[in-house]
């Protein structure tokens, strides 16, 4: 469903960093996590920070903590943050109007798609960083 691996990329940061409970990951220690290339992850860090889900703190010492409690974060919280794209998307090529399915095809896939993104951003507001960490304790 995703364009792009930024929500699985921010969504296993967010769980790190639920994990660590507090104290700092800096890019290398969630990259190495990921197995990723740290200047690629700065740049979902970046979209987290600046959509208010993490701080990030410069220098030694610093890194990245979660900006509210996990219990507190979404699943949407992270995919509105990360994801530039919609869930769905329509052709881009502008269908005939001398065809029947041409003239209609596009609000009957509107509405589709647009069932797909509620259900999603749905099941994705239902679901907590901190839901996301216990299940990945558990698994230990």
Request: charged fraction near 20%; hydrophobic fraction near 45%; proline fraction near 5%.
């Amino acid at each position: 469903m995703f364009a792009n691996s930024h929500f699985a990329l921010g969504t296993h940061t967010m769980v790190a960093l639920a994990l660590r409970g507090g104290s700092p990951m800096t890019s290398a220690e969630l990259a190495r996590s990921i197995n990723t290339n740290p200047a690629f992850l700065r740049m979902v860090l970046g979209r987290l920070r600046d959509a208010g889900l993490i701080h990030v703190a410069l220098g030694k010492g610093g890194g990245a903590t979660l900006a509210r409690p996990a219990s507190k974060l979404t699943l949407a919280d992270i995919y509105h943050a990360v994801e530039r794209q919609p869930p769905a998307r329509l052709h881009r090529c502008e269908p005939s109007r001398d065809c029947l399915v041409g003239r209609n095809i596009l609000p009957v896939l509107q509405a589709v798609v647009h069932d797909v993104q509620s259900a999603a951003l749905g099941r994705l507001t239902a679901i907590t960083v901190a839901k996301l960490a216990d299940q990945v304790r558990r698994r230990g």
